[in-house]
Every structure is written in structure tokens, then in C-alpha cells.
């Protein structure tokens, strides 16, 4: 079965909690600080894997949850960060985010990789707030929990030839008769549900991949038939062959075939227009292909046409020749269209600064809430069993701010407060 969409969660690994714990050697009574950091908790990657064909088995495990850090130890030992957990996609997969819509990335090449959820950063030992002040500090930080997130997941197919037209004008015969791919073949509509790809070899030895993509009819840009389904994995095709069904063997009008699949096209996205196509008269062996040939070729006497029969294989050789120059002229384009890098150093990064967005305060009910971001990773990281760590979460508040701007909005002596999923109450 050929799955090209689905729907999946994945949450990266929660850090390792620090640890409070002291020195305890002899003749050392009173040791120092010794607790260790919390290892980071591992990343969900999405990695390309050229074996895959089909999203099919995202149907059948939907969630993906990397492994959390190990918590410190004594004697300032940190614990272990877990391993990233890699997830095996198809080339051609398209990731958004499920929620927001937001595009994540475009994986392409065999073995190129996508984070997509991030893994919690370990948390610190007490050795890390020890200072002059307090040289034994009774406090140790949470892990931090990993990111989560839904995953929209969409696959193009990557061909470099794509097959367009009407349901039952021959795509899928002309695919078996120039490679080795076997799709299903029958004579009604839509018998291709789904898009088969085979390599092809042009009589001169140069190769391609050839995609044989389900049949487009008139609204299929508004999702009839199988509309978004197919123009999806045409987007990704360089060059379009244009079968045409000129025998009329259904009683369609070829000239209007071609008109109608074009305007799809179109409307589905301009480019799609614009792209290189070559006009396959197919069913040339059988009665009145000549008749319809002769018209097509009045009503566009600029656009080259190659008769061709997939059953008889005849005019094929043509055919392929033809789309072999048009994609090594395309791929010409594309080389020549992108954009010349002046600085080619793979050490040399570029460092943007992105201001960290204020806290926003809001009533709910008789509890005033606090939201950002910061704070409420402050929240899941402290551990408020702790003296110490209670007594510098208070600092934190006052010195962002928090403390007078809640004031400001009114907040008096024992009004509860919010910040993410712990509650407080104010205090003057």
C-alpha cells in the first residue's frame, strides 16, 4: 500500500535531574560541594533512508520518544546523555509542524537529517551554585523536559519525468513499455491510485526515473477525484510528458483533454505550468488516431508532437530520446539559476541575535497568570522541595520583573498565581 501522508508525535528525551551531595573523605569533615550535572536527554531526528518508498509504516507506530538523561551522581560525576532517536523516512518527505502549520524542513538526499524535537538539558548539581557567599548550597536543578510536538509528515515522489493526463489514456502501459516497473493496468478510470516509479534508459544509454501518477480530471485542482493526492508528488518533476489519448477511445475530445489538464495545472500552481512538456499521442494502432493527430496538430501547430503506441511500443525510442534532451536542458536551468555563494567556508557561521520575548501577565478566574516561555522552564526545573531553590526562583521573579508588574495589575497579598502548571500564592 502507498501511504503518502501521516500524522505523527515525537518528544525528545527529558534531561537528567542534578543532584545535591557533598564530599565525604577522611579527615575531610566538612567537604565541599560534589553533586553532578544530569546528562541531556536525546534528540528525535528524522533521517532519509533511500530503502523507503512509502510512509506505510508510520501507520502502525505514531510516537517516538527519545531516552532522558542520566541523573548526576556523587563525587561531581555527571550522568550520561542519552543516544538521539533516529526516525527512517522516505526521500521526498515534507515535515510540518501538525499544530501551527509551520514548515520544518525538505528531506531530499539519503541520509540527511531533521531535528525535530529537541531533548531536555540535564540539570545542575549543587557544585554549580556554590560561591563565596554560600559555599554549600542545598539546591540541584530538574531536568529539563524535551520538546514535543505533532509532525505532519507529506511525501513528494522524486522523478525526474512525470506522466500527466486522463485516467485510462495509457500512462501506466507506457511506463511497462520503457522500464521495469509493472503498475496496474486496466481499462477503466483511475486504475493507478497511486504513483509508480521505474527507471528508464533512453536508446543512447542515458537513465531517468519516470513517474506514472494517478489520472487528473477537470476540478482536480479543488481536490476532485484524485486531485491534491496527485499534483502533490508532480510538483518535484522536471520535466512533464503529456499523455493524450488520441484514438478517443472513451468519445473524449483530445484537444480539449489537453486544454483541461493544463488549466489544472495552472490553477494548482503556476510553475507547474511553465514546466517543460512533451505531447505523447498515444493509441496510435488503433482507428481514427490519425484523424485526431491531424487536429491536434492544426489547433497547436507549435507544439511538437510524438506519436507513440505503449502497446505496440512503437515511436517510443523517439519519445524517450526527446524527454532525455528536455531534462538534461532543464537541468541546465536549474544549474545556472542558483544563486553563487561568496564565501564557501563550511567553518564560518553566522550568529543572529533574537531578543527573548517579555512575559505576559493575564486573569483567569481570581489567579493572576504569568506566560513565558522562560519562566515556565524556570518552574519545571526547580525543585521546590529545596530551601535554596525556592529562595532563587523568588530572585529570579524580582529581578525580571514580574514581582512589580504584578503589583501594577493589581495583585495583593495571597491572590494566587500561575506559572505553568504550579501555582503560588503572592506575598508582600
Not at 330 to 345: C, F, G, R, S
Request: glycine fraction near 12%; charged fraction near 30%.
Amino acid at each position: 500500500m502507498f501511504v503518502d501522508e501521516a500524522r505523527i508525535y515525537v518528544k525528545g528525551g527529558d534531561g537528567g535531574n542534578g543532584i545535591v551531595a557533598y564530599r565525604r573523605e577522611k579527615y575531610v569533615p566538612l567537604g565541599g560541594p560534589a553533586g553532578g550535572d544530569g546528562g541531556n536527554g536525546g534528540n528525535v531526528v528524522l533521517m532519509v533512508d533511500e530503502g523507503l518508498r512509502t510512509l506505510m509504516d508510520f501507520r502502525y507506530q505514531r510516537h517516538f520518544k527519545a531516552a532522558r538523561g542520566e541523573n548526576g551522581r556523587n563525587k561531581n560525576r555527571h550522568g550520561q546523555s542519552a543516544e538521539d532517536l533516529v526516525v527512517k523516512v522516505p526521500p521526498g518527505t515534507v515535515v510540518y509542524d501538525g499544530d501551527t502549520g509551520e514548515f520544518l524542513g525538505d528531506l531530499v538526499h539519503h541520509g540527511q537529517r531533521l531535528c525535530v524535537a529537541r531533548g531536555g538539558r540535564g540539570g545542575r548539581g549543587n557544585t554549580r551554585f556554590a560561591h563565596a557567599g554560600n559555599s554549600a548550597p542545598e539546591i540541584a536543578e530538574k531536568g529539563e523536559p524535551g520538546q514535543e510536538r505533532w509532525l505532519r509528515l507529506e511525501l513528494k515522489v522524486l522523478a525526474d519525468v512525470g506522466l500527466v493526463g486522463y485516467p485510462s489514456v495509457g500512462k501506466s502501459t507506457l511506463l511497462s513499455a520503457v522500464s521495469a516497473a509493472r503498475p496496474k493496468i486496466g481499462d477503466y478510470p483511475f486504475t493507478t491510485l497511486s504513483p509508480e516509479l521505474g527507471v528508464v534508459e533512453a536508446p543512447d544509454g542515458r537513465s531517468f526515473v519516470m513517474a506514472d501518477l494517478p489520472g487528473l480530471i477537470e476540478g482536480a485542482h479543488e481536490g476532485k477525484g484524485l486531485g491534491h493526492d496527485f499534483l502533490r508528488h508532480i510538483e518535484r518533476t522536471r520535466v512533464l510528458v503529456h499523455v493524450i489519448d488520441m484514438a478517443a477511445v472513451d468519445g473524449r475530445d483530445p484537444i480539449q483533454d489537453y486544454q483541461v489538464i493544463n488549466e489544472q495545472l495552472y490553477k494548482h500552481d503556476a510553475r507547474l505550468a511553465r514546466r517543460p512538456q512533451l505531447v505523447a499521442a498515444n493509441k496510435m494502432d488503433l482507428p481514427e488516431a490519425e484523424e485526431h493527430l491531424q487536429a491536434f496538430r492544426d489547433a497547436y501547430p507549435d507544439q511538437v508532437v510524438y506519436p507513440i503506441s505503449g502497446a505496440t511500443r512503437s515511436g517510443l525510442a523517439e519519445l524517450l530520446t526527446a524527454v532525455a534532451d528536455a531534462l538534461e536542458q532543464a537541468e541546465a536551468v536549474d544549474a545556472a539559476a542558483l544563486p553563487q555563494a561568496e564565501d564557501t567556508d563550511p567553518e564560518k557561521k553566522v550568529y543572529r541575535y533574537e531578543p527573548k520575548h517579555p512575559f505576559r501577565i493575564y486573569r483567569e478566574g481570581s489567579a493572576f497568570v504569568v506566560e513565558s516561555e522562560e519562566l515556565e522552564k524556570l518552574v519545571r526545573m526547580t525543585n521546590f522541595e529545596q530551601y535554596d531553590a525556592v529562595k532563587r526562583f523568588q530572585r529570579i521573579l524580582k529581578r525580571r520583573g514580574v514581582d512589580d508588574a504584578l503589583r501594577q495589575r493589581g495583585a495583593k497579598e495571597g491572590d494566587v498565581i500561575r506559572i505553568a502548571d504550579m501555582e503560588f500564592d503572592f506575598v508582600e
